[in-house]
């Protein structure tokens, strides 16, 4: 082992001698004693291994001590620490080295949990040792996250040694929660809820000729559905053990709420369409008052934002639309308080354009008043989930009335024009029978005017709604993760009935009704070879 303790005086006379040690060295059958001995002479010249000798380096990391005795991982240690605190030049090759062992070896059965104990230590030293090897650490967690299509073991021990870390370095715990929720999303936008409830559909099929496995039943039955519900599982659970210590809520909940906003913004708003991940703010918001407040005004102020992009104010809208509707948590008073401050909003900005433009009823312009549409159907969704008990209240329905909602559906801005034909249908039926304002003769009107809407192509002006159907807390479909869920949730069930007289709908996805009942209502409202071609779709 003396060319490796004099490095700097490596010639081409020892370089045979030399590369015969690196190979015994990354012989497996090599005795631990000789590794010991290697490690040990190793660690006291440390300080000579510096950028030159990146291929001892090398070969050094790649010893597989993990499976080795304790003496091994002891000397492993030593020297690491030694290597880095030498020769920081190392420190992003040695943490990747060590976080490729957060990854299961193929057929191991469980996690070491020595190694993964030297590990978290070694990473510990390295925080207090090199305070600002933080980011190299966080960009080497995220570029060495097991791709999606690995095996759900190896993501979720991952994920739980990544968790971990932010016991002993609270100070990186916004870095590695948005690294998690970033591959969540990438996973949950890989599998649709159609594709969940198909996989679901084809096993009861199948549990009806044959006799399954009761443990089988847990799981979902799509294999991406499957990783996320494990994770989100472990994901909600880790938020509780966080914010609450013998079921009290604790301060630093609280800083794990704004750190769960930040992921928000970064990877969840932007996104159209996730089914799941969301329910990461449902969840936490149901912890305290002021947290689902908060939320609340943190995307009302993006949606009065105007420079904001239009899209992002659209999906806060919905998002604050599908909260105040779909959590039980939420007070009937704060959902009034709430619907008032968007149905004034709305009323300034009708007064306002009214002012400034003309308006064509018959045209709705909705590249100019994207957000004012978004926020109508915001208003009329939440009506629909809420009137019932607005009703019951005391003064419900002068409160109703007090809101001016047929001043602004008179409008020439003509939101029920926009609008999603089955919402505003719902609404209209619930807000008729209850008397409070009618909409059927400016839903005839609409009908009977099929005019292109500015802002959209002609192919598709007849054929979608330009406010599409994202409902951002529709039903929650994951089996394991949905424990964490279910007790907070309002399932939509409707005794109104509709504009058809269909009668009673419970709300399995509200937004698959929607979406049909709005393929319906286009079909009632289009030309004869027009609704031909939609009844194909």
């Given at each position: 082992?003396?060319?490796?303790?004099?490095?700097?005086h490596?010639?081409?006379?020892?370089?045979?001698?030399?590369?015969?040690?690196?190979?015994?060295i990354q012989?497996p059958?090599v005795?631990?004693s000789?590794?010991?001995?290697?490690?040990?002479q190793c660690?006291?010249?440390a300080?000579?291994?510096d950028?030159?000798?990146?291929?001892?380096?090398?070969?050094?990391l790649?010893?597989?001590?993990?499976?080795?005795?304790?003496e091994v991982i002891?000397?492993?240690?030593?020297?690491?620490?030694?290597?880095v605190?030498a020769?920081?030049v190392?420190l992003?090759?040695?943490?990747?080295?060590?976080?490729?062992?957060?990854?299961?070896?193929?057929?191991?059965k469980?996690?070491?949990?020595?190694?993964?104990?030297?590990?978290?230590?070694?990473?510990?030293?390295?925080?207090?040792?090199?305070?600002?090897?933080?980011?190299?650490?966080?960009?080497?967690?995220?570029?060495?996250?097991?791709?999606?299509?690995?095996p759900?073991?190896?993501?979720v021990?991952y994920?739980?040694?990544l968790?971990y870390v932010?016991?002993?370095?609270p100070?990186?715990?916004?870095e590695i929660?948005e690294?998690i929720?970033?591959?969540?999303?990438?996973?949950?936008?890989h599998?649709?809820?159609?594709e969940?409830?198909?996989?679901?559909?084809?096993?009861?099929?199948?549990?009806?000729l044959?006799?399954?496995d009761?443990d089988a039943?847990?799981e979902?039955?799509?294999?991406?559905?499957?990783?996320?519900?494990?994770?989100?599982?472990?994901?909600?659970?880790?938020i509780?053990?966080?914010?609450?210590?013998n079921?009290n809520?604790v301060?630093?909940?609280?800083?794990?709420?704004?750190?769960?906003?930040?992921?928000?913004?970064?990877?969840?708003?932007?996104v159209?369409?996730?089914?799941?991940?969301?329910?990461?703010?449902?969840?936490?918001c149901s912890?305290?008052?002021?947290?689902?407040k908060k939320?609340i005004?943190?995307?009302?102020?993006?949606?009065v934002?105007?420079?904001?992009?239009?899209?992002?104010?659209?999906?806060?809208?919905?998002?604050i639309?599908?909260l105040?509707?779909?959590?039980?948590?939420?007070?009937?008073p704060?959902?009034?308080?709430?619907?008032?401050?968007?149905?004034?909003?709305?009323h300034?900005?009708?007064?306002e354009?009214?002012?400034?433009?003309f308006?064509d009823?018959?045209?709705c312009?909705?590249?100019?008043?994207?957000?004012?549409?978004?926020?109508?159907?915001a208003?009329?969704?939440?009506?629909?989930?809420?009137?019932?008990?607005?009703?019951?209240?005391?003064?419900g329905?002068?409160?109703?009335?007090?809101?001016?909602?047929?001043h602004?559906?008179?409008?020439p801005?003509?939101?029920?024009?926009?609008?999603?034909?089955?919402i505003?249908s719902?609404?209209?039926?619930?807000?008729?029978?209850?008397?409070?304002?009618?909409?059927?003769?400016?839903?005839?009107?609409?009908?009977?005017?099929?005019?292109?809407?500015?802002?959209?192509?002609?192919?598709?002006?007849?054929?979608?709604?330009?406010?599409?159907t994202?409902f951002?807390?529709?039903?929650y479909?994951?089996?394991?993760?949905?424990?964490?869920?279910?007790?907070?949730?309002i399932?939509?069930?409707?005794?109104?009935?509709d504009?058809?007289?269909?009668?009673?709908?419970?709300?399995s996805?509200?937004?698959?009704w929607?979406?049909t009942e709005?393929?319906?209502?286009?079909?009632?409202?289009?030309?004869k070879?027009?609704?031909?071609t939609?009844?194909?779709?």
């Open positions: 082992m003396d060319n490796v303790l004099q490095l700097e490596n010639t081409s006379e020892t370089e045979a001698k030399f590369n015969l040690i690196l190979k015994q012989d059958a005795k631990s000789q590794l010991v001995e290697w490690l040990k660690t006291s010249a300080h000579l291994l950028k030159n000798h990146k291929k001892v380096v090398d070969v050094l790649k010893v597989q001590w993990m499976e080795r005795e304790p002891a000397g492993f240690q030593s020297f690491v620490v030694s290597l605190a020769n920081p190392h992003r090759s040695v943490i990747k080295s060590l976080i490729c062992c957060f990854v299961p070896i193929l057929n191991q469980i996690s070491d949990t020595r190694s993964d104990t030297t590990i978290h230590l070694v990473l510990k030293t390295f925080l207090n040792l090199i305070p600002q090897s933080s980011s190299t650490i966080t960009t080497v967690f995220c570029n060495s996250f097991p791709y999606m299509s690995k759900s073991k190896t993501i021990l994920v739980q040694n968790l932010t016991t002993y370095a100070h990186i715990r916004s929660l690294i929720v970033k591959k969540l999303t990438d996973i949950d936008v599998v649709t809820r159609e969940i409830e198909k996989a679901e559909e084809k096993y009861v099929d199948e549990e009806a044959f006799k399954m009761e039943a847990e979902m039955k799509h294999p991406l559905a499957n990783k996320l519900d494990v994770l989100m599982q472990l994901l909600f659970q880790y509780k053990e966080v914010s609450f210590k079921e809520l301060a630093e909940s609280s800083k794990l709420f704004w750190e769960l906003i930040t992921c928000f913004d970064k990877f969840i708003l932007p159209h369409e996730l089914v799941h991940v969301q329910f990461i703010m449902f969840y936490v912890f305290k008052q002021s947290f689902f939320f005004s943190h995307c009302w102020n993006k949606v934002d105007p420079s904001i992009a239009c899209v992002i104010r659209k999906s806060s809208a919905c998002y639309a599908s105040l509707a779909r959590a039980s948590y939420i007070s009937l704060l959902v009034m308080s709430w619907l008032s401050e968007m149905v004034a909003w709305a300034r900005y009708m007064q354009s009214l002012d400034s433009v308006i009823a018959y045209c312009d909705i590249s100019r008043h994207y957000t004012f549409y978004s926020i109508c159907q208003i009329f969704y939440v009506l629909i989930f809420r009137h019932k008990k607005i009703f019951e209240a005391d003064n329905y002068n409160y109703l009335v007090s809101l001016n909602l047929q602004l559906l008179t409008s801005l003509n939101p029920l024009k926009v609008c999603l034909p089955s505003v719902l609404f209209s039926s619930i807000m008729r029978s209850h008397q409070v304002v009618y909409c059927d003769t400016i839903i005839e009107r609409n009908n009977r005017m099929v005019l292109p809407i500015a802002g959209l192509s002609a192919t598709t002006s007849t054929d979608f709604n330009p406010l599409e994202f951002p807390f529709d039903p479909v994951l089996k394991r993760s949905c424990a964490f869920i279910e007790t907070l949730y399932v939509w069930e409707s005794d109104e009935l504009a058809e007289g269909d009668g009673k709908h419970v709300d996805s509200m937004s698959d929607l979406m709005t393929l319906n209502n286009l079909s009632k409202s289009l030309p070879s027009l609704s031909t939609l009844d194909a779709v």
